[in-house]
C-alpha cells in the first residue's frame, strides 16, 4: 500500500551540522587513513603473511599515538 501524504518530489530535509563536527570527522578519517597506511607497513615488513590484520591495525595506532605525543 502506498501513503498518499508522502510527496516524492519534495526535497529531503538536510540537517546542518556544527562545523566542529565536520571538522571532527574529517579529523576522523584522516587518522583511520594514517593508521590503515602505517597497518599496511606493518603487512609488508612481516614480509605479506596474512592473519594478522587486527594486531597490525592495533599495533599501527599504538605506533601513531606514540609519535604524536613525542611531537
Known amino acids: 500500500m502506498i501513503d498518499s501524504k508522502i510527496n516524492i518530489r519534495s526535497k529531503p530535509v538536510l540537517s546542518a551540522q556544527p562545523e566542529s563536527l565536520v571538522n571532527n570527522n574529517a579529523g ?9 597506511t602505517r597497518a599496511y607497513e606493518l603487512y609488508e615488513l612481516r614480509g605479506k603473511i596474512d592473519g594478522r590484520a587486527e594486531q597490525d591495525w592495533y599495533q599501527a595506532e ?10
Do not use: C
Not at 576522523?28 to 590503515?36: E, P
Not at 599504538?62 to 611531537?71: G, P
Open 28 to 36: 576522523i578519517a584522516l587518522a583511520d587513513r594514517a593508521v590503515q
Open 62 to 71: 599504538t605506533d601513531l599515538r606514540a609519535s604524536s605525543k613525542e611531537v
